[in-house]
């Protein structure tokens, strides 16, 4: 009997594992279950490019129609609704089930709801799929003057760009002290602040959203907590996502911010595993529990879990993890993770920044924009055992990183 694999969920985490899997040499049946209509799609360019139209929907897809026929992979356009694990079957909302031999599941994080009187007015958006886009981008084009963006995160400062761009005015609002907060480092957050603000954008920081006003069922205003009222004809509401791990904590797999895995992505249950924004996974020497929402660890992951389900291997994921973010004309590059660093060392130039980031004097990440080479240099460091620079290191005048790495490396290669 043919050996079938599902997966639940069409992001860039599902989608990847079904052409890795090919790649890898699977043979056995593949069903992959989104519960979007349509071709499985990229996310990133729904905040930048799909909005301005210089990326038609055709591009946007992985991959077109063919590509699943010619692979032999069913889709179904449904929601799962429950797992059965003893009968090893996905219960589905149209009323039928589809049977596993193994299960994988990829839904990624769906988008965190604000609730505040008037959320549910027209024209308060979110941004986290290709309907919320098409929304959106009606919106833009019939209209709307002035917007006010709830949250100072990727998303909400990709679309200020956006915006600007097509010549709105733009507020951004957020209660936190600076933006970008929970992402990168105080130098980071400030260049980016300044950039917005030299476009036009309205920065509040430390404001609340107490609640938004409209008239006639359509949004007028944004009310902050400390009672000023911004004008707005649209809302777009950016304050982050939850991990899509219902359907695993209802059928019983151990559940923290995110479905818990081990070092190989398997879940308690030896036939279901998780990948993606979903999983809460083991990461580096100190088995360290993590959940990331990155196209890199959703795509690395599924082709460490392809190698296993189609080969056999048993490796542990151990992939350096990388972030991007496109604001206007700059460009935001991570690597590693910053979260816990106490101490940075800023690389300036005329057009960029690099911050190295070190938690208890050891280089974590490293942060980076407009300067790509300095990105490469640290994926590359980070990624290798060797030496790594001290803060003191790092300070000194003319300290190159690209350099620093080159030398690191070929001093590996001689020991």
């Known amino acids: ?22 790649l890898a040499g699977y043979g056995g049946a593949i069903v992959l279950v989104g519960d979007e209509p349509g071709l499985p799609y ?29 692979n032999r992979i069913q889709r179904i356009a449904a929601t799962a609704t429950a797992i059965d694990r003893k009968s090893r079957r996905v219960l589905l909302d149209r009323g039928d089930a589809v049977e596993y031999d193994r299960l994988v599941l990829a839904m990624g994080a769906y988008r965190r709801e604000l609730r505040v009187e008037g959320a549910d007015l027209e024209r308060v958006h979110g941004l986290a799929t290709l309907g919320d886009a098409d ?14 963006i709830i949250g100072a995160g990727f998303i909400g400062l990709e679309f200020a760009s956006v915006a600007r761009h097509l010549g709105l005015d733009v507020t951004v609002v957020d ?11 105080p130098a980071v957050s400030a260049y980016f602040e300044a950039h917005h603000s030299q ?7 430390g404001e609340g959203v107490g609640r938004i006003t409209g008239l006639g069922g359509t949004v007028t205003g944004v009310e902050t907590s400390s009672g000023q009222l911004l004008p707005a004809d649209c809302v777009v509401t950016g304050i982050g996502v939850i991990p899509n791990d219902v359907l695993a904590r209802d059928c019983g797999l151990e559940v923290d911010n995110g479905i818990i895995v081990d070092g190989q992505l398997a879940t308690g249950d030896q036939n279901i595993f998780a990948i993606g924004d979903c999983c809460n996974f083991l990461f580096g020497p100190a088995g360290t529990r993590c959940r990331l929402e990155s196209v890199q660890n959703a795509t690395d992951q599924a082709r460490l879990l392809a190698a296993r389900l189609a080969k056999g291997e048993h490796a542990q994921y151990s992939a350096v993890p990388w972030f991007w973010s496109d604001q206007g004309n700059l460009k935001l590059q991570i690597a590693g993770l910053a979260a816990g660093c106490d101490e940075f060392v800023e690389l300036r130039e005329a057009n960029g920044l690099s911050v190295l980031c070190f938690r208890k004097g050891v280089l974590a990440a490293v942060e980076s924009i407009n300067r790509p080479a300095d990105h490469m240099a640290a994926r590359r460091l980070l990624a290798s055992v060797g030496r790594r620079p001290t803060p003191a290191e790092a300070g000194r005048d003319g300290f190159v990183l690209k350099r620093f790495t080159a030398d690191a490396t070929a001093q590996n290669m001689t020991e």
């Open 1 to 22: 009997m043919t050996e079938r694999i599902v997966i639940v969920g069409a992001g860039q985490a599902g989608f990847q594992l079904v052409l890795s899997l090919r």
């Open 42 to 70: 990229q996310r990133p360019p729904l905040s930048k490019a799909y909005l301005l139209d210089k990326l038609p929907l055709s591009e946007l897809v992985f991959r077109p129609e063919d590509f699943f026929v010619e």
């Open 135 to 148: 929304r959106l981008k009606s919106a833009l084009r019939n209209g709307c003057r002035q917007t006010v």
């Open 175 to 185: 209660a936190a002290s600076r933006a970008m907060v929970r992402a990168v480092s």
């Open 199 to 205: 476009q036009g954008t309205r920065l509040l920081f």
